[in-house]
């Protein structure tokens, strides 16, 4: 038996900053996953599909690689230093697309 949960992943807007945070199901609200992160005008989560020409493809029969970036932000920072960024790339390729 195999039993599947939808969810949804996205930034959302808290307390005027941005965090990643996912839905299950059939939930109203995004729950907390990380952050603070970089606002989507600053790319602070993408998800990029790729076929198996490593061609960007939005079909979704043809996706055989996902690309996830993230970037995060400093919730608060030393006095005249500013706030600290980070970024992190994972890869996950599809075992069942594969010929």
Known sequence: MRAITRRKYALFPREGRWYLGRKDGAATAYEIVAGPMKAPS???????????????????????????????ESAGAAPGVGTYSDSMTTVVFLKNNRN
Request: hydrophobic share 40%.
């Open 42 to 72: 600053d790319s602070g989560f993408i998800v990029t599909y790729f076929d198996s020409i490593d061609a960007v493809t939005t079909d979704p029969t043809a996706v055989e690689r996902i690309e996830v970036l993230i970037r995060s």
